[in-house]
Every structure is written in structure tokens, then in C-alpha cells.
């Protein structure tokens, strides 16, 4: 069974500029979840959708980044404009709807904003 | 106060010794609980999940869950240098939304 699949897996940009990253998540899994990690701290959720719909958004700072899943698959997650405060690694996690709500983590994209 | 407490670490313990990792969490609503095991530069794996009170084992490690105490732990027997990492642990709501820890740095001494 193919993982999570997430790209880039690296990207350099500068502050004011605009990033965007891809996840494919686990074939079936209708929960599709995106992390920030900062180094040293453990993965924050910025937006869960289930399906097309966007269940929990609430630490998604809203005025610059941006999330959409269409077709309920594939989803993006875009940064604009960045700022250096968002260098960090980008987890994609994918799950299915029942107990125990098991996640299951892409490899990530460590983002770099000079 | 954080939703998820782990003890910062690190934790240095001898080959083939017992790691003993434990977590706290403040959300009474959490129905499933996770360690996860992350190498530097990696991304988090999934070692263990438990959510039924009581002892869960899994070859060399073994969850723990006391919903009454709100805490959560994870043993490692026979610990080898391969454990050497950071482990997350991880509560679930009935919503499927996660909040982790911020992890314990277990070493591994050969």
C-alpha cells in the first residue's frame, strides 16, 4: 500500500514570496490533515478536512495561508506572502474515520524563508 | 498549560535496558492516544495506538492508558541504539483532530 506521498521536499524562498505543497494522501483515508513542526516542538495542526470539507481550521493563520482538497483527494496548502517565522517542516497526514483515527505521515517539506 | 505534556528530556538509557516514556494530557473529551517514534530530519512514525484503559503490547513496546489519571506511556524493552529518537505522543478527539507533545529525546547507550 503506497504512503503518503508530499512535494516538494525542500523549498528555498524569500519573505514576501509565495510557496504552495502538494499531499496524495493513503488511498481510501477521507481525513486528510496538515501539520507545522518547528524544530524542537512537536507537529500543530493547521487544517483538517474530512473528505471536501474543512472540519477544523482554527490555528490556520488565515490571512496568509490557504488549504483546499478537491474532489476529496489530492490537497494544497499555500503560503502568501511568506514570512521568516514560517520556516518549518510542512506534514501532510492522512486517516481513516474510525476509532482509533490512526495518522499516517507523508515525508514532509522543510520550508526555508530568507 | 499545554493540551499534551511530555517530560523534555532527554532520556539516556543502556542497551537492553527498559525506556520508560510518559505523557499527560488535560482534554477529558480524548478518545485515542498515540506514540510515534521521529529520527532527526524525518518524519513521525506510528509505533503504537491505544484507546480501551489498561496495557496494549506490541513486540518490545507496550502502551499504557489511564483515562482516570489522564496519562499515557510508552515502555520499550530491550532498548536498542536503532530507538535512539524523539517520541511524540498524541491525544485524539472524538473529531479525529490530533494534539501532540512535544516530544522526549530517548538515547540509547551501546
Known amino acids: 500500500e503506497a504512503g503518503v506521498a508530499q512535494s516538494p521536499r525542500y523549498k528555498i524562498i524569500e519573505k514576501r514570496q509565495s510557496v504552495a505543497f502538494w499531499c496524495n494522501p493513503i488511498?481510501?483515508?477521507?481525513?486528510l490533515y496538515w501539520y507545522q513542526q518547528i524544530l524542537g516542538q512537536g507537529p500543530k495542526l493547521l487544517i483538517q478536512?474530512?473528505?471536501?470539507?474543512?472540519?477544523?481550521d482554527s490555528q490556520l493563520p488565515k490571512d496568509r495561508f490557504s488549504a483546499e482538497r478537491l474532489k476529496g483527494v489530492d490537497s494544497t496548502l499555500k503560503i502568501q506572502p511568506a514570512k521568516l517565522e514560517d520556516s518549518a517542516v510542512y506534514l501532510c497526514?492522512?486517516?481513516?474515520?474510525?476509532?482509533?483515527?490512526?495518522?499516517?505521515f507523508g515525508p514532509g517539506t522543510r520550508l526555508t524563508v530568507t | 498549560q499545554k493540551e499534551v505534556e511530555q517530560n523534555s528530556g532527554p532520556l539516556s538509557v543502556p542497551e537492553g535496558a527498559i525506556a520508560s516514556l510518559n505523557c499527560t494530557y488535560s482534554?477529558?473529551?480524548?478518545?485515542?492516544f498515540f506514540w510515534y517514534r521521529q529520527y532527526s530530519g524525518k518524519s513521525p512514525e506510528l509505533i503504537m495506538s491505544?484507546?480501551?484503559?489498561g496495557d496494549k503490547e506490541d513486540g518490545r513496546f507496550t502502551a499504557q492508558l489511564n483515562k482516570a489519571s489522564q496519562y499515557v506511556s510508552l515502555l520499550i524493552r530491550d532498548s536498542q541504539p536503532s530507538d535512539s529518537a524523539t517520541y511524540l505522543c498524541?491525544?485524539?478527539?472524538?473529531?479525529?483532530?490530533?494534539?501532540f507533545g512535544d516530544g522526549t529525546t530517548l538515547t540509547v547507550k551501546p
Open positions: 497526514a492522512s486517516s481513516g474515520t474510525s476509532l482509533p483515527y490512526e495518522q499516517y
Open positions: 491505544i484507546y480501551s484503559n
Open positions: 488511498s481510501g483515508h477521507a481525513t
Open positions: 482534554d477529558r473529551g480524548s478518545q485515542s
Open positions: 478536512f474530512q473528505n471536501n470539507g474543512v472540519v477544523d
Open positions: 498524541a491525544a485524539n478527539t472524538n473529531a479525529g483532530k490530533s494534539t
